[in-house]
């Protein structure tokens, strides 16, 4: 490859400022570029981890999803809306990359582990110089917060979506020590149901915004019938393994 | 509490120094008292990540795990020994944060997330203060380096120690979307056995010392039958999840 500057994908971790690596944070503090997915029209959670840190002269690079829940996913406009953006963005990115720029991508948890920036990453990858920083996952930062271990011994651990199938969820939940659930907002209610008819609704915990300022972590049935209908973008259902402990 | 010392449990990430999280970093540097688990005899895989970081008048603890693979873990001599091993360090811990000492007790990877420092902190817990860390989990340090997404959409990940009975595996393997495993070790021929029985031998790849300077990701198949009878203490198997890509 002879294109000189480098793309990062920069792992930000859960959301406190702090819990970034050092190698992460030293990324971001020198970036010349600074790219981050965003709702059009909102700040971004990414860019405001980073709040503070950015260099005076910084471009940043705000790349506004063109569709979020406005489409639903399986509508074939949806991917193909989504297609093209970063279609898009890949070629923005190269072309600084190409002029000898380095550009950092935040991104929020650990970049490979359901993130947006691996469709630039595999778009990128054997054109461009690419380089992934690992971070701190969002469900360590919900384990973490509710102050109990989440996985002992030989633990089986589960991580699903609550975009699932309800009775996926069930078998699922069903059959695991541990279990980390993400992508819950509008399925709250689906998964509850699903938790309680796997037999567990008692050992749930929700955990939102985790590390972050306004971190609330709550019992599964503690939580009413209609407060929990819509829970926010960062909300994580943690069922803590039970495993073999001398 | 009045008791006036904090015990951390500070997760120093899969292996590279600047892996660490800023908080930990700062933890590391600061502490007068370190401690940190260790087979007897060798300086340890944790201690060893914090070469150089420490104050001049650091005072260490290695804590030496009494037994390590010497007694199988189904012997009720091996809970015992470590239920006392860990009462033990409990009390001496406790010591030093009544004397209002803070202590950071290192932790590989993530604390809550399979690690010994559990068994110390349930003992502590509610007794002296305790702050845990969360780390950059060994798992994701090691599907970082085969340089591929691990996690789509919706897919399903599975998280298991190479430890379970093998139809256990073989049946977990087929059943998920993307895996990880961890514990190889002296199970590893037993685990490849259950990665062809799944039919997934094409997808896995071995991720020894990930992130560290002699990292090797290796195609399960690639290995040989002799050469992998017993992998190394930081080995973990990856299989990449296939979901929904735009």
């Not at 600074?34 to 059009?40: Q, S």
């Not at 700040?43 to 406005?70: C, F, K, N, S, W």
């Not at 406009?77 to 991508?105: D, H, I, K, M, P």
Request: with cysteine.
């Amino acid at each position: 490859m002879s294109i000189p500057g480098t793309i990062y994908g920069v792992g930000l971790g859960p959301g406190a400022a702090d819990l970034m690596s050092v190698r992460a944070d030293r990324l971001v503090r020198g970036a010349r570029h600074v790219a981050y997915f965003r709702k059009a029209g909102r700040q971004g959670h990414a860019r405001r981890i980073v709040d503070g840190m950015l260099r005076d002269d910084v471009i940043e690079l705000p790349m506004d999803y063109p569709v979020t829940t406005e489409i639903p996913v399986s509508d074939p406009r949806y991917n193909a809306c989504l297609s093209e953006f970063y279609a898009e963005w890949t070629q923005r990115l190269l072309t600084l990359a190409s002029a000898g720029e380095e550009v950092a991508v935040l991104c929020e948890g650990d970049p490979f582990f359901y993130g947006s920036f691996m469709h630039l990453y595999t778009r990128l990858s054997g054109v461009a110089p690419v380089v992934v920083v690992p971070g701190i996952t969002g469900m360590s930062g919900a384990w973490t917060a509710t102050g109990l271990p989440v996985t002992w011994g030989d633990d089986v651990m589960t991580i699903l979506m609550a975009t699932l199938p309800e009775e996926e969820l069930v078998r699922r939940i069903r059959d695991t020590d541990a279990l980390a659930v993400m992508k819950i907002g509008r399925n709250f209610t689906k998964l509850r149901r699903a938790v309680v008819a796997a037999g567990r609704e008692d050992a749930a915990w929700l955990v939102e915004y985790a590390t972050m300022g306004d971190q609330r972590v709550t019992p599964l049935r503690d939580i009413g019938e209609e407060a929990g209908a819509i829970t926010p973008y960062f909300s994580i259902l943690i069922i803590h393994g039970q495993g073999r402990r001398p």
